[in-house]
């Protein structure tokens, strides 16, 4: 648990740092509910702004992540632009912590739908021959 929330945090640290090169957004209101977060990030994400689509899934992560419902949602999401990217490594890491969420906690509380989803991404990855 302690070592995903700090991965978590540490690949956070590292988009935020090197990554915050498309327009992102930059005044956050501190209100703002989890629902209200995931909805501005499918937004930019919609739009084509991957960069501030995986902000605001990291400020998810920040406020939220040690709900693990809204855990599973934000690394999954930041991990699904980033197959869409094909960084693989990065994606592939972040996937694993997702499958690793659903043995660490009680998965009657985590959306099912992401399992299948970092399962099927996962795949990809290793179709596309990037697999550890």
């Given at each position: 648990?302690?070592?995903?929330?700090f991965?978590?945090?540490?690949?956070?640290?590292?988009?935020?740092?090197?990554?915050?090169?498309?327009?992102?957004?930059?005044?956050?209101?501190?209100?703002?509910?989890?629902?209200?977060?995931?909805?501005?990030?499918?937004?930019?994400?919609?739009?084509?702004?991957?960069?501030?689509?995986?902000?605001m899934?990291?400020?998810?992560?920040?406020?939220?992540?040690?709900?693990?419902?809204?855990?599973?949602?934000?690394?999954?999401?930041?991990?699904?632009?980033?197959?869409?990217?094909?960084?693989?490594?990065?994606?592939?890491?972040?996937?694993?912590?997702?499958?690793?969420?659903?043995?660490?906690?009680?998965?009657?509380?985590?959306?099912?739908?992401?399992?299948?989803?970092?399962?099927?991404?996962?795949?990809?990855?290793?179709?596309?021959?990037?697999?550890?």
């Amino acid at each position: 648990m302690k070592k995903i929330i700090f991965v978590v945090f540490l690949i956070s640290f590292i988009t935020v740092l090197f990554g915050c090169q498309s327009a992102v957004p930059s005044d956050i209101s501190e209100d703002l509910s989890p629902q209200e977060i995931i909805q501005q990030a499918q937004e930019y994400y919609e739009k084509g702004n991957t960069a501030a689509s995986e902000y605001m899934y990291e400020i998810l992560l920040d406020r939220y992540g040690s709900d693990s419902t809204y855990l599973v949602t934000g690394l999954y999401e930041i991990a699904h632009i980033k197959v869409k990217a094909k960084k693989y490594d990065e994606a592939e890491s972040m996937l694993n912590q997702v499958l690793e969420c659903y043995d660490s906690y009680d998965a009657s509380f985590i959306p099912a739908k992401y399992r299948v989803l970092a399962q099927k991404d996962l795949e990809k990855i290793e179709k596309a021959g990037k697999h550890k």
